[in-house]
């Protein structure tokens, strides 16, 4: 890796002109009362507008266009063309095709494809957003650090990790799970996964929200400010990543200083390899840990059968993750001009493949909106996609889940919920900032 990183980052490009409308934030102007959505245009719904998930509006959105605009056209002066798929067989049908839709353009709407970035922008390199073969190399020296050995050999300790959260909250005492919980957990398995100093680990939970949010979404002001922290992580890791390539630890930054395709990798391919592990194991998991609480207190009939069954907590946790679905959609982008139903996609058009939507399809998943946590066919969620890029991480953070809820169950009669929750200011990542709180004893 070329030692003089940082120095070729910060001269090309100049920071005084560092910002831009990041695709997606379009519509983040909106103002005044979000309309229902049978009273709008059919052409005019653009459901990437983060204020739709914020206040959690989007579902009615989503039922509109399952129902009368399956493969739903937009254009913005930012992004360019793109579509919206909301049924699950359209989904899984472009996931799993990865011929015909690519991933190297990108993983979120984003700026038309041909066009040269906008000074500001850091063009991260990860393989979730490469095709065949050069994903496929970066995939495999990676994937060892979650392999089921190694995963049967961790349990133990995030069952000790768990339990040591768990231990410490206040009973009959407001609190907010997401932070008390849902962060600290999954801050404490990245810093495992990393073999990153423990009394730093926050440093890991900070760059993953910096790399997903919103600027002025309430964690970041601008972009200069995400290119500044990103390029502060990057220096950090450099670090690490020299130490483990004389004391290799067999963390994830030992696997990328040593494996044979990745060990010469560019810096922003490793940063971006970082990222992609650090925000695939936080955010997601992170967010299921919440919803699963707030789905069991929207649904006491479900927390009921919890209570008397708990050999239903590894379907409960594929369920969760449905239900939740804490990445609402990926992007492709078409590789030549296609038809899906009846419309005309063109190459060069970015599509967004809705998992939020496609995962309550009434075709597929009855009483969809419902969490049940016995359903039948809850494995068959869109959570994960499918495909070469199906989630290197599900075993992982289907672990941490039914390790949390064998854990919450040996102590708590009820984890309720007690004032209104705050949701992301996000269309992509799903999820909670605020889930006030008590605990009661078994
Ligand atoms: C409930 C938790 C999680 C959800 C919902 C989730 C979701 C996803 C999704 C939707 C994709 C892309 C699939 C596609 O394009 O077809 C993905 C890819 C990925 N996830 Fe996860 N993820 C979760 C947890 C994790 C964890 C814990 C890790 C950490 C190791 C992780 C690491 C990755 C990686 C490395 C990829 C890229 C795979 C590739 O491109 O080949 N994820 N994840």
């Avoid at 390029?231 to 004389?246: G, M, N, P, Q, S």
Wanted: net charge negative; hydrophobic share 35%; proline share 5%.
């Amino acid at each position: 890796m070329a030692e003089t990183t940082l120095e070729n980052q910060k001269s090309e490009t100049n920071p005084e002109t560092a910002t831009f409308v990041r695709p997606g934030s379009e519509q983040d102007s909106r103002k005044g009362e979000i309309p229902k959505a049978a009273d709008v245009p059919l052409e005019t719904i653009n459901p990437a507008w983060n204020r739709l998930f914020q206040e959690d509006r989007q579902w009615e959105y989503f039922e509109r266009l399952r129902a009368e605009s399956p493969v739903h056209f937009n254009e913005s002066e930012v992004a360019g063309r793109y579509w919206s798929l909301t049924r699950y067989d359209d989904i899984k049908a472009v996931d799993i095709d990865h011929e015909n839709f690519s991933s190297a353009h990108g993983i979120t709407l984003g700026f038309p494809v041909g066009q040269p970035l906008p000074d500001g922008a850091l063009n991260i390199s990860l393989f979730i957003a490469m095709d065949p073969p050069k994903h496929d190399v970066q995939r495999k020296t990676v994937s060892p650090v979650v392999s089921p050995r190694n995963l049967a050999g961790m349990e133990a300790l995030i069952r000790e990790r768990t339990a040591s959260v768990l231990d410490d909250l206040p009973i009959g005492e407001e609190f907010n799970w997401v932070e008390k919980v849902s962060v600290e957990l999954t801050t404490r398995m990245l810093a495992t996964l990393f073999d990153f100093p423990y009394e730093e680990r926050h440093k890991l939970t900070r760059w993953s929200d910096v790399a997903t949010a919103v600027p002025g979404g309430g964690i970041i002001e601008t972009e200069q400010q995400r290119r500044e922290e990103l390029v502060e992580c990057l220096a950090y890791f450099t670090e690490i990543w020299k130490e483990r390539k004389e004391n290799p630890t067999g963390d994830f930054v030992s696997m990328l200083a040593h494996g044979e395709e990745t060990k010469d990798m560019e810096p922003l391919e490793f940063l971006g390899n970082l990222i992609l592990l650090i925000v695939g194991g936080n955010d997601t998991t992170r967010n299921s840990m919440s919803g699963g609480v707030l789905a069991l207190n929207q649904f006491p009939d479900e927390y009921d059968k919890l209570r008397n069954n708990q050999e239903l907590i590894p379907n409960m946790v594929a369920e969760i993750i449905r239900w939740q679905t804490p990445l609402a959609y990926m992007r492709r982008t078409a590789n030549k001009d296609v038809t899906i139903r009846d419309k005309e996609i063109k190459a060069g058009d970015q599509l967004l493949m809705w998992y939020l939507s496609g995962n309550r399809d009434e075709s597929v998943f009855e009483n969809a909106n419902k969490l049940i946590i016995d359903r039948h066919n809850a494995r068959n969620h869109l959570s994960f996609g499918f495909g070469i890029h199906r989630c290197m991480g599900n075993r992982l953070a289907e672990l941490q889940l039914r390790v949390l809820w064998e854990e919450i169950m040996k102590r708590f009669h009820k984890v309720e919920v007690v004032g209104p929750v705050e949701r992301t200011f996000s269309s992509f990542v799903k999820g909670y900032t605020e889930l006030p709180v008590v605990l009661h004893k078994l």
